[in-house]
């Protein structure tokens, strides 16, 4: 039998185990760690993250402020709250949701967050450490992707993984994660040829693309693990639902183990941002 993994279940054993540590270290520290998250504008979906951010950064019992700015808000604004929240000591991490509206910069912000505080992990600092092995601050989806495939296979030494996408989010870091955790690892994305063959190769295929069911069962190698990081809506029998980047009615009697949308990845997205945060805290007070 295909092996369902279930993204739900194992965010919320990683933020109960979260709340442990983090009442431990506030026992320890006297210090409470504090999220900052900002959003710009009203993107539905972004609004619906943004408040299950908030809300599980309460549960895991952190101080957590939200920012919310208009959609005309100007760089110099934005550039304005990232640096008060830098300077703020009671804040040990800042998010500023992405997508930003079309005249704000989302380089420009990153590079403005102090690198300590980058929960998202998207700092070049941040991303060069991760690159030379040595980081702290993860970007979250990766990470999640990366605790779903150690519970699934344990030690994944020696594993053919391919990452479908090469996005600064996800394809980049999670390839860089994969190599550092010995895969042989493959990046495929647009300009590729034959990618339906490179995937067909892949022990483990990490689907990060955006494209609604672009990964066919047929590009599955038979008892692969597949991690879907799409999330993509679509209209079906005339209702809004949510697909991943890949056929999962197909590759899920292909693959060993799959994991589905929603339900797979995004709550781990949010699972190890709290991670980040207490990490951050953690690193600022020195416990
Ligand atoms: N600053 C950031 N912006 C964005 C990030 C990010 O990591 N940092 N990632 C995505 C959005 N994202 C988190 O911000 C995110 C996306 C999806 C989910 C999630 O739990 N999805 C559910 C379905 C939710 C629904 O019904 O709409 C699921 O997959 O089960 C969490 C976080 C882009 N922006």
Avoid at 34 to 48: F, I, K, M, R, T
Avoid at 126 to 141: E, F, H, K
Wanted: hydrophobic share 45%; aromatic share 2%; glycine share 8%.
């Amino acid at each position: 039998m295909n092996r369902l993994i279930d993204g739900k279940k194992i965010s919320a054993a990683v933020v109960e185990q979260l709340a442990l540590d983090t009442r431990e270290f506030i026992a320890t520290s006297g210090v409470t760690p504090g999220l900052a998250v900002v959003l710009v504008g009203e993107d539905p979906a972004s609004q619906v993250y943004v408040r299950n951010k908030v809300k599980q950064a309460t549960a895991a019992g952190f101080n957590s402020t939200e920012h919310r700015l208009s959609a005309d808000t100007t760089q110099a604004d934005l550039n304005a709250l990232v640096e008060q929240l830098n300077n703020d000591p009671s804040v040990h991490g800042i998010l500023v949701q992405l997508p930003l509206p079309a005249q704000l910069s989302e380089p420009d912000i990153i590079r403005l967050i102090a690198p300590h505080k980058d929960v998202d992990g998207f700092h070049p600092l941040n991303v060069g450490a991760l690159a030379s092995g040595g980081a702290d601050l993860i970007p979250c989806t990766p990470m999640g992707c990366m605790i779903m495939l150690e519970q699934t296979l344990g030690d994944l030494s020696g594993k053919h993984a391919v990452v479908v996408g090469r996005s600064n989010i996800v394809g980049k870091p999670m390839a860089a994660l994969l190599l550092q955790a010995n895969c042989t690892v493959t990046i495929v994305h647009s300009r590729t040829q034959d990618i339906e063959a490179i995937c067909r190769e892949a022990d483990i295929l990490v689907a990060a693309v955006g494209r609604p069911e672009m990964i066919k069962g047929s590009w599955v190698k038979p008892g692969a693990t597949v991690i879907d990081v799409g999330i993509n809506a679509v209209e079906k029998e005339g209702k809004r639902r949510l697909v991943g980047d890949v056929d999962f009615s197909e590759a899920v009697d292909v693959a060993g183990a799959i994991s589905p949308v929603p339900g797979g990845v995004g709550p781990m997205t949010i699972a190890c941002l709290m991670k980040n945060t207490l990490t951050a805290a953690r690193q600022q007070m020195s416990v």
